[in-house]
Every structure is written in structure tokens, then in C-alpha cells.
């Protein structure tokens, strides 16, 4: 068989899948997505009971449509139609990967994850709180490796913070600045 036939063979499953919902749809957002994705930002830091309230959910709507979606380079993952979860790059920098409460634990994040590496193929840095294991554990399971603890003052909500990079080819335990 063929590579180019194997190739077909498997973006033809792959099409199957998507269609019937068992894998989400990563695509690139557009200004129209700006409010689902205050959606799901807004209902995925609820669950974080742990962050300040900094701004009201108006303040915030227009954050996501006017800065994230506006000048970051932004996808959604979609299933059943609707977005469900959504990553924002800055250069290097994610600053953003947020999956709806309701989603999460469904590949989702891992989806956008592996679109984001697509698209900055050689090096991600980001930051998490401290206090988000569950997010700390994702991303060191991803091959995300530690590079510094922060105090929080670099950050508006004031809380502790992690710098996390990834690098292509790297192994857990290997940061390299």
C-alpha cells in the first residue's frame, strides 16, 4: 500500500471521527467565536475557586473579542457544533488553553495542544498557578518541563505562578533556556 493511499486512508477515519463527534474539531477562530469563548474562559475560572475576581463577565467579553480573539493567534475545538474549549498564542507564548468544565476530560485540550505544537513547532513557554495541578500534571505529561516558580506579581490576579516550557525533541526533566 501506498503512503499517499495509507495517508488518504487515515484522514478519511479521521474525517469519520470528527463528523461523529468521537474527535473534536480544532480550526482557527474567527470574531464570531469571541463570545462562546468568553463562555468557556468565563465557566472554566468559575471552577477555580481559588482566583480574585478582577472584572465583571461584560469587562471580560470584551477582553476575548477585542484583544484575544482580535490580535492572538486563536483556535477552537468544537464538538456537536459548538466550541468547547479554546487555545490563544502570543509568539512563543500560550497564553491561554481553556476547556469547558462539562468537556474536560474528553481529549479536547489535548487536541488543541497538539494544534498549537503544529503551529510553533519548536518551543511553547507558558504560565499556570501554582494552586492548578490538574492543569500542571497536563502539561507535564505533555512534555512541559518547569523552569521557574513566580511569586504572583508578575501576574494581575497576584497568586503564585509556574513558567513552563516545551521544547521540540526535549525529555521531562531536560530544560534548556
Not at 124 to 137: E, I, P, S, Y
Request: proline share 3%.
Amino acid at each position: 500500500m501506498s503512503k499517499a493511499f495509507t495517508y488518504l486512508l487515515r484522514l478519511r477515519k479521521m474525517a469519520e471521527l470528527t463528523a461523529h463527534d468521537a474527535l473534536p474539531l480544532v480550526r482557527r477562530a474567527w470574531h464570531g467565536d469571541a463570545e462562546r469563548i468568553a463562555d468557556v474562559f468565563l465557566a472554566a475560572r468559575g471552577q477555580m475557586t481559588y482566583l480574585p475576581q478582577s472584572h465583571t463577565d461584560e469587562e471580560t467579553r470584551a477582553w476575548i473579542a477585542g484583544v484575544v480573539v482580535a490580535r492572538q493567534e486563536t483556535w477552537v475545538a468544537e464538538l456537536h457544533g459548538q466550541v468547547t474549549g479554546f487555545a490563544a498564542l502570543d509568539g512563543q507564548w500560550l497564553e491561554h488553553l481553556y476547556v469547558a468544565p462539562e468537556a474536560q476530560g474528553h481529549g479536547i485540550g489535548s487536541a488543541l495542544l497538539a494544534q498549537v505544537r503544529k503551529v510553533r513547532p519548536g518551543l511553547l513557554d507558558l504560565h499556570v498557578f501554582q494552586r492548578n495541578t490538574g492543569a500542571r500534571r497536563f502539561y507535564e505529561r505533555h512534555g512541559f518541563t518547569l523552569v521557574t516558580l513566580g511569586d504572583g506579581t508578575d501576574n494581575e490576579e497576584n497568586l503564585p505562578d509556574a513558567h513552563y516550557r516545551w521544547r521540540a525533541g526535549s525529555r521531562p526533566g531536560d530544560v534548556r533556556q
